[in-house]
């Protein structure tokens, strides 16, 4: 599990410190960036399921595992400023609890079908599908709602709100937290002699997220401090 935690922690950080720059070429180039860094995301992905199919060495694995973190594409991102375009005002919000929703029920279905792959097949096919997945994902995007990726031109950014660096170390934080429980959980597992389960609290957290998603998403009646 060692490698493979330092595996997924690069992976992790790699995404976390690419973002701004990934987001801002999209935001610039529109849904030719996004393709982008799909199709480079998804040979980084195949890369890191060649190398484990092959039995290499656990180095190769970890740099491509954070280069597919510096890859990956800014798919919710992207995603979520098409609901101005396509709700009206009253169901952004609710448009935006679908979006973090189905990202959860990706998280639910991810660790298991996985586990399946593993065991069925081999973990590499797992991977390598992922890279597709995400390929197909960026190209649905691009082709039904590229024109509306990015800054249109002319374009005036919008100036940075006030509380926007408190609200990004709390998202640190939690991320932070999150990261530790996703290694934590497998490495407990393990330790408990029960290393088939390791996806079973993940699923478990992410379900809780999805309710969570759905319930912030729904119109709540009152203020925007009582929700």
Do not use: K
């Not at 098409?82 to 639910?108: F, H, K, Q, S």
């Not at 082709?143 to 031109?153: A, M, T």
């Not at 660096?165 to 640190?172: D, K, M, P, Q, W």
């Amino acid at each position: 599990f060692r490698a493979a935690s330092l595996a997924v922690a690069l992976f992790a950080l790699g995404a976390s410190v690419g973002a701004p720059l990934r987001g801002r070429l999209v935001d610039r180039a529109g849904a030719p960036a996004l393709v982008a860094w799909a199709v480079l995301h998804a040979l980084a992905i195949g890369g890191v399921a060649a190398v484990a199919m092959a039995g290499g060495p656990a180095g190769a694995l970890i740099v491509l595992a954070a280069a597919a973190g510096l890859l990956a594409p800014p798919l919710i991102a992207s995603i979520r400023p098409l609901w101005r375009t396509l709700l009206p005002e009253e169901d952004v919000r609710a448009g935006y609890g679908l979006t973090a929703a189905m990202a959860d029920v990706a998280a639910v279905v991810g660790p298991p079908l996985a586990a399946v792959v593993a065991v069925v097949a081999a973990p590499g096919l797992g991977l390598a599908a992922c890279g597709v997945l995400v390929l197909a994902a960026a190209a649905t995007v691009a082709r039904n709602y590229g024109g509306s990726l990015g800054h249109p031109p002319g374009a005036v950014a919008v100036p940075r709100p006030r509380g926007i660096s408190g609200l990004a170390v709390t998202s640190i934080a939690f991320g932070v937290c999150l990261g530790a429980l996703e290694l934590g959980f497998p490495l407990a597992a393990r330790a408990h002699g029960h290393s088939e389960l390791a996806a079973v609290p993940l699923a478990a957290l992410a379900a809780g997220s999805v309710v969570g998603s759905l319930l912030a998403g729904s119109r709540f009646r009152g203020s925007l401090d009582v929700r």
